[in-house]
């Protein structure tokens, strides 16, 4: 379902997406950020930055000298707070005088069992998060935020990260890394929620989305066809677990060797919280339970 690998834009370049919004690829490409983070710029006089991206000071100096003569930055909005995204937010803010906007900090919007595991034992994640982000404002589900000629609307997308939020844009979504063409999310209790991650997939599956552009990678043309595709993927990895499950108790390390018996060695830690997260979310459901305390390396049997 990955679609061929030609998405390779010149980093640190503004490009025109469409009128009213360019996008500056960040020089931060990794397995896990594919050809870097993706910086918007959307308005026309008063520019709102949709992720301004890693602590780069190139990727910094690019994104203000991709402003014409007339235009301001008047809005940084930050989608989560992972350390590919947020980071240049304050420095951003301090060259431009313009506000950090955010859901609010790493640990906003963490669902109640995912807090109950973080403070009960040793789960694991915390796979890059951006600690010291702090937002100047608190933005809140369903709201909007207008600049000159643009108006977004803010939607709690929970699941990769409790704080995570997608921005509606009339029939075009800024999913960041809810949904990507490229690649599923990370999901990594318990920053990382899968059941949260579901209900967002299904909440953005409620709207007939023209385009979505997401956090790395290129714009999702058929954005319902691919949201369509991510649940039905995470669907079949559940299921995938549970016949694993009937050979016989396992940690979450052994059914990820066994599951994505094709994925490179250096990508079979990130499949392993996946699992984890799919096994948080069977508890959850009581169809498995650990053996002994849920933790990382618990071992999972069939109920």
Not at 4 to 31: K, T, Y
Not at 94 to 100: F, I, Q, S
Not at 241 to 259: E, N, S
Request: hydrophobic share 40%.
């Amino acid at each position: 379902m990955l679609p061929p690998d030609d998405f390779n834009p010149p980093v640190g370049v503004a490009q025109e997406l469409e009128p009213g919004l360019r996008r500056i690829v960040a020089p931060n490409p990794s397995p896990m950020t594919y050809r870097g983070t993706n910086t918007y710029l959307l308005g026309g006089r008063d520019i709102a930055v949709i992720d301004p991206g890693p602590a780069s000071p190139a990727h910094l100096e690019a994104i203000l000298a991709a402003l014409t003569p007339g235009q301001r930055i008047s809005h940084i909005l930050v989608t989560h707070s992972h350390l590919d995204h947020s980071p240049l937010a304050r420095p951003l803010a301090e060259r431009t005088g313009a506000p950090v906007l955010a859901f609010g900090g790493p640990l906003a919007g963490r669902s109640a069992i995912m807090e109950r595991l973080a403070q009960s034992g040793p789960m694991g994640g915390g796979e890059g998060i951006d600690h010291d982000f702090a937002p100047d404002i608190t933005l809140a589900d369903g709201e909007h935020i207008s600049g000159a000629g643009w108006r977004l609307e803010v939607l709690h997308t929970p699941g990769h990260l409790g704080n995570h939020v997608s921005l509606g844009w009339g029939d075009a979504c800024f999913t960041a890394d809810h949904v990507m063409g490229w690649a599923s999310s990370l999901v990594s209790p318990p920053d990382g929620d899968l059941t949260d991650f579901m209900a967002s997939c299904a909440r953005l599956q409620a709207r007939d989305w023209r385009v979505f552009y997401p956090g790395h990678g290129a714009a999702v043309e058929s954005p319902n066809a691919r949201l369509d595709w991510l649940v039905s993927h995470r669907l079949s990895r559940e299921t995938a677990i549970v016949q694993a499950l009937r050979d016989g108790p396992a940690d979450a390390a052994t059914l990820a060797a066994r599951i994505y018996a094709d994925t490179p060695a250096a990508l079979l830690p990130a499949a392993t919280r996946n699992v984890l997260a799919h096994l948080v979310d069977l508890t959850q459901k009581s169809m498995v339970a650990p053996q002994d305390d849920l933790q990382a390396d618990a071992r999972f049997r069939l109920l």
